[in-house]
């Protein structure tokens, strides 16, 4: 693991620190010895990963809203971090139809100031602004979207995102290509899942909720395929792209999807069966649901830049990935015990991986 030693004692700043994705990459710095300072609006699901793990008594947390700037730019400045991953988002779709407002300020307007933080840091450091598999305008196309693909959106989730990715854009060039203290890397990722999810209105959470009380799962759309991906694979890319932004200076503004391959996009039915191999309790309801907001029967991502540049791909494949979420769950449910141990263990498991 020596290439991820790099990041012993450096200060690592992570907005949405508290979320799925976020406690997860904080929990994995934190086991490779970096100074880790999250800073998040609350703890935003209950259960929660973030509290589960007790990452409240084990890093820095500072808990205010990315969309205040004023104490976002001093924390930034004080901080003076090495590394920014920014992953605060509203990352929900059908919450962002109830609540458009919210979701721009969190992930347009949060990206804004995040990125005139960065323009007034005097320090060196990397950052890396997560969007969205999403941030892509959605033509159903098989082949893959590619990082120079028409972004867009017809949800104001999707539409937020790609706005975001507009003023990435605009202050790159603008302002920061010209810092030669800053580097920033743009990521898009896939689907996302893994242990710890509580997010509504996602599959996997739940159904592990469903599960957890032996009832069935309902399941709307059992034929959706989506690039199951899990987080370790993705935050693994993150992590990947800020290493390879420190040595090579030609990356610096460049986007990168982070994704299975082309030919790994499966079916929710495939999941659940998947799921079924190694939880007894996995049992599920298909209903033809009339009222379900607009969400995409086929994403997919082409990685291929990330793959030839960064010398990336998923570690997992999906009979791996499914088995991991499945335990994580199954483990938190019949021993409902501290999970930092049992977390930290597929760290270590992945870590042992791509070694």
Request: proline share 3%; glycine share 4%.
């Amino acid at each position: 693991m020596k290439k991820l030693e790099i990041f012993k004692n450096k200060r690592i700043l992570i907005t949405g620190h508290t979320g799925f994705k976020g406690s997860w990459l904080s929990l994995w710095f934190k086991y490779l010895g970096a100074d880790v300072l999250g800073v998040s609006k609350d703890i935003p699901t209950k259960p929660s990963h973030f509290k589960l793990i007790n990452l409240d008594k084990k890093i820095n947390n500072k808990f205010f809203d990315v969309t205040n700037f004023k104490k976002l730019k001093k924390t930034f400045i004080n901080f003076k971090p090495d590394y920014v991953f920014h992953l605060a988002a509203q990352s929900l779709v059908k919450k962002s139809y109830k609540n458009p407002i919210l979701t721009y300020q969190t992930n347009t307007i949060g990206t804004l100031n995040v990125m005139e933080c960065l323009r007034s840091l005097k320090n060196n450091c990397i950052a890396i602004i997560i969007t969205s598999d999403k941030s892509y305008k959605n033509l159903e196309i098989n082949r893959g979207y590619k990082e120079d693909d028409i972004l867009g959106g017809i949800d104001p989730y999707s539409s937020s995102k790609a706005s975001a990715e507009l003023i990435i854009q605009t202050y790159f060039n603008s302002f920061l290509k010209r810092k030669k203290n800053i580097k920033i890397g743009v990521a898009r990722a896939g689907n996302v899942v893994g242990g710890g999810d509580w997010s509504e209105d996602r599959l996997i959470p739940d159904c592990m909720k469903s599960w957890s009380k032996n009832k069935k799962a309902i399941i709307r759309s059992p034929n959706s395929t989506r690039p199951w991906q899990h987080v370790l694979d993705a935050l693994y890319g993150y992590i990947t792209l800020s290493q390879k932004l420190k040595k090579n200076s030609k990356l610096n503004g460049s986007v990168f999807n982070f994704g299975p391959s082309l030919n790994n996009n499966f079916k929710v039915l495939d999941v659940l069966n998947l799921a079924r191999k190694s939880w007894s309790k996995v049992f599920w309801k298909i209903i033809d649901d009339k009222k379900k907001v607009y969400e995409s029967n086929l994403l997919k991502l082409n990685s291929s830049k990330a793959k030839s540049i960064l010398k990336w791909s998923c570690n997992l494949n999906f009979k791996e990935t499914i088995f991991l979420v499945t335990d994580w769950y199954k483990y938190y449910y019949l021993n409902n015990k501290n999970m930092y141990d049992y977390s930290l263990k597929q760290i270590k498991l992945y870590c042992k991986k791509i070694r």
